[in-house]
């Protein structure tokens, strides 16, 4: 990892660390995948819709890619189906051989599903233009779509398809910073 890479994601932990000192409480989310892992935090601020987050995702062949998030949130009645977020995010992306820095707007979103005790759908969709893409990068794509289950009111586990990418100038081909299907574990606290 180059010192770029080194410092950014420094920075986005570090970001991360400082605002979790505000919060009430928060969640981390891990998912694996045969060359993909991920780890992310999340936040938001007590009697506000303001929602942080932070997380690095790693592919074995394809590169990291870190980013931090600034989010509002739907602060309304708590016993709705549907929990949404919209926002942007700071993204960094490293490879072997691109490097660069995005700023995507998009929002996520939790779905449960009435008359399914513990069953929701989550997912999170950001998209960086031309015009907020830095380095090798001409656009940025982080989506992410999963089924989960909540084992315990705290922690849900799930299952879903990732996809993030980066359109490279000159590359025909985008290129893959981690795709595919994907397990993991949410814990609040």
Not at 3 to 27: D, H, P, Y
Request: negative net charge.
């Amino acid at each position: 990892m180059n010192q770029l890479a080194t410092r950014l994601l420094a920075a986005t932990f570090l970001s991360g660390a400082l605002v979790a000192t505000t919060q009430a409480g928060g969640s981390v989310d891990m998912s694996l995948a045969n060359e993909t892992a991920r780890i992310a935090y999340d936040a938001t601020q007590v009697g506000s819709g303001l929602h942080v987050g932070a997380a690095l995702q790693h592919d074995r062949d394809d590169g990291n890619l870190v980013s931090a998030g600034l989010h509002v949130v739907d602060v309304r009645e708590s016993k709705r189906s549907l929990y949404i977020g919209v926002g942007g995010k700071l993204y960094g992306y490293f490879t072997d051989d691109y490097d660069g820095a995005a700023v995507g707007v998009g929002g996520f979103f939790r779905y449960n599903i009435p008359g399914v005790q513990d069953v929701s759908i989550a997912g999170y969709g950001y998209y960086a233009p031309p015009v907020t893409t830095f380095g090798d990068g001409e656009h940025l794509w982080d989506t992410d779509l999963r089924l989960q289950f909540a084992v315990i009111p705290t922690a849900r586990i799930y299952t879903g398809y990732r996809y993030s990418a980066v359109k490279v100038e000159d590359v025909k081909k985008r290129v893959k910073l981690g795709d595919g299907l994907h397990f993991g574990i949410k814990i609040d606290f």
